[in-house]
């Protein structure tokens, strides 16, 4: 009855969901309405970086409820969470990058970070790159170089230029009429692509000749899943502004877009209220934030990424995974084809281990779990996933 009722009253996003009936959720594993385990090798698309109902996070919420939870739009009150957390993530952060806007997902986050670089500069042109992702709302689709999920959309907004991801030679594209180069970090919805040959240190170099705002997307990338707390932390580059979300709040919905002090004061006045938002910086939201970025940064669970990624790549060898793209627990097997690739996620549905796809690249498989995850749980998974490409056999999938 249930299911029913998620396909008749509930809006859906695909013909097809996977239609897991969920009871509860703990660590690494997602438990259906009979008490099966399902080993979560998603992490809800990146968003529960410390696992399901981390006692930490789950606390903090629960103590912060019982204080106050909205009280007044944003910016307006001093509420302790949101200041603490702001404050916290400055100290982790380059000095540039020290004042954040709290709002409530990473699509949020990049329309205000898009307004900034704007009201900053006085520029127009938006520069993006082809088959990148940065959320669905009509200014972060307008990034979207893909055009089959965008033209049903259209009119989009105007004056957006498209360059490729590592390619040196569209850096001249980049321009004195540039506002914002908005790039993801390490591509998502491409395949996890990261950036080759000194590539992001190039876009930042190009940006500060022409005086355009570099806007790094982190929001599937950041809080520690690359091993880093964010993955430009890698790549000797640090953007104007950082647009973070997902895996901040172990699950609850936030995002938040990071600049200078002086740039941020551009949204204060002329006019004021330039970005407002009434559920931003919620505190029970950032009661969250701020224990799952104490908890990122207190214990070994990021350097430990790395080691966890080196298993992952040991375990996953198989004559159908042709490559394994991305950095720490940000991870695409690549398939022989998207034959083998759906194959893969249906029957890992049916046998208790999540796995999903990715937007644009067809015969890649997500693999991002929980920052928490055990070696135990990796090796269960991937002997889950060596058994189910072992049983595949041409035209599996109808």
Same mark, same amino acid.
């Given at each position: 009855?249930?299911?029913?009722?998620?396909?008749?009253?509930?809006?859906?996003?695909?013909?097809?969901?996977?239609?897991?009936?969920?009871?509860?959720?703990?660590?690494?594993?997602?438990?259906?309405?009979?008490?099966?385990?399902?080993?979560?090798?998603?992490?809800?698309?990146?968003?529960?970086?410390?696992?399901?109902?981390?006692?930490?996070?789950?606390?903090?919420?629960?103590?912060?409820?019982?204080?106050?939870?909205?009280?007044?739009?944003?910016?307006?009150?001093?509420?302790?969470?949101?200041?603490?957390?702001?404050?916290?993530?400055?100290?982790?952060?380059?000095?540039?990058?020290?004042?954040?806007?709290?709002?409530?997902?990473?699509?949020?986050?990049?329309?205000?970070?898009?307004?900034?670089?704007?009201?900053?500069?006085?520029?127009?042109?938006?520069?993006?790159?082809?088959?990148?992702?940065?959320?669905?709302?009509?200014?972060?689709?307008?990034?979207?170089?893909?055009?089959?999920?965008?033209?049903?959309?259209?009119?989009?907004?105007?004056?957006?230029?498209?360059?490729?991801?590592?390619? *040196?030679?569209?850096?001249?594209?980049?321009? =004195?009429?540039? !506002?914002?180069?908005? @790039?993801?970090? $390490? /591509?998502? &919805?491409? +395949?996890?692509?990261?950036?080759?040959?000194?590539?992001? *240190?190039?876009?930042?170099?190009?940006?500060? =000749?022409?005086? !355009?705002?570099?806007? @790094?997307?982190? $929001? /599937?990338? &950041?809080? +520690?899943?690359?091993?880093?707390?964010?993955?430009?932390?890698?790549?000797?580059?640090?953007?104007?502004?950082?647009?973070?979300?997902?895996?901040?709040?172990?699950?609850?919905?936030? &995002?938040?877009?990071?600049?200078?002090?002086?740039?941020?004061?551009?949204?204060?006045?002329?006019?004021?209220?330039?970005?407002?938002?009434?559920?931003?910086?919620?505190?029970?939201?950032?009661?969250?934030?701020?224990?799952?970025?104490?908890?990122?940064?207190?214990?070994?669970?990021?350097?430990?990424?790395?080691?966890?990624?080196?298993?992952?790549?040991?375990?996953?060898?198989?004559?159908?995974?042709?490559?394994?793209?991305?950095?720490?627990?940000?991870?695409?097997?690549?398939?022989?084809?998207?034959?083998?690739?759906?194959?893969?996620?249906?029957?890992?549905?049916?046998?208790?281990?999540?796995?999903?796809?990715?937007?644009?690249?067809?015969?890649?498989?997500?693999?991002?779990?929980?920052?928490?995850?055990?070696?135990?749980?990796?090796?269960?998974?991937?002997?889950?996933?060596?058994?189910?490409?072992?049983?595949?056999?041409?035209?599996?999938?109808?």
């Amino acid at each position: 009855m249930q299911k029913e009722d998620f396909f008749t009253y509930q809006a859906q996003t695909s013909p097809h969901p996977l239609g897991l009936e969920v009871s509860r959720a703990k660590g690494s594993y997602i438990y259906d309405q009979d008490g099966n385990p399902h080993l979560d090798f998603v992490a809800g698309v990146s968003a529960c970086g410390l696992g399901h109902c981390h006692p930490r996070v789950v606390e903090a919420i629960k103590t912060q409820v019982d204080q106050y939870m909205h009280v007044m739009v944003y910016g307006e009150y001093v509420q302790q969470p949101a200041v603490e957390f702001a404050k916290l993530l400055a100290s982790h952060l380059p000095k540039k990058l020290e004042t954040t806007y709290l709002v409530n997902s990473g699509t949020e986050a990049m329309e205000g970070a898009l307004k900034l670089a704007r009201r900053h500069t006085g520029r127009s042109q938006i520069i993006a790159a082809n088959r990148a992702y940065h959320g669905n709302t009509t200014g972060s689709l307008s990034l979207m170089g893909f055009e089959e999920r965008k033209s049903a959309f259209r009119p989009l907004m105007p004056d957006i230029r498209f360059i490729d991801f590592n390619s *040196e030679e569209d850096l001249q594209k980049i321009t =004195e009429k540039t !506002a914002g180069v908005v @790039l993801e970090t $390490i /591509q998502g &919805g491409a +395949g996890f692509i990261l950036p080759q040959n000194g590539y992001l *240190e190039k876009v930042r170099k190009r940006c500060d =000749e022409v005086g !355009a705002m570099l806007i @790094l997307d982190e $929001i /599937q990338p &950041g809080f +520690g899943r690359t091993g880093k707390l964010f993955a430009f932390q890698h790549f000797n580059c640090v953007p104007d502004i950082l647009v973070i979300g997902k895996g901040m709040a172990s699950g609850l919905p936030v &995002g938040a877009f990071v600049a200078s002090k002086e740039m941020m004061a551009d949204l204060q006045d002329h006019p004021k209220f330039g970005h407002i938002t009434t559920f931003g910086g919620n505190p029970v939201i950032a009661a969250a934030s701020l224990a799952t970025l104490r908890e990122l940064t207190e214990t070994e669970l990021i350097p430990q990424t790395l080691e966890k990624e080196k298993h992952f790549r040991k375990l996953l060898v198989h004559p159908l995974i042709k490559e394994i793209r991305g950095k720490g627990l940000m991870l695409a097997p690549i398939m022989e084809s998207k034959e083998v690739t759906d194959y893969l996620v249906l029957e890992a549905a049916k046998k208790g281990l999540i796995l999903f796809w990715l937007l644009f690249e067809s015969k890649a498989v997500r693999i991002s779990p929980p920052l928490t995850i055990s070696m135990k749980e990796i090796e269960e998974g991937c002997d889950k996933i060596l058994a189910i490409l072992n049983s595949y056999k041409p035209g599996a999938v109808n």
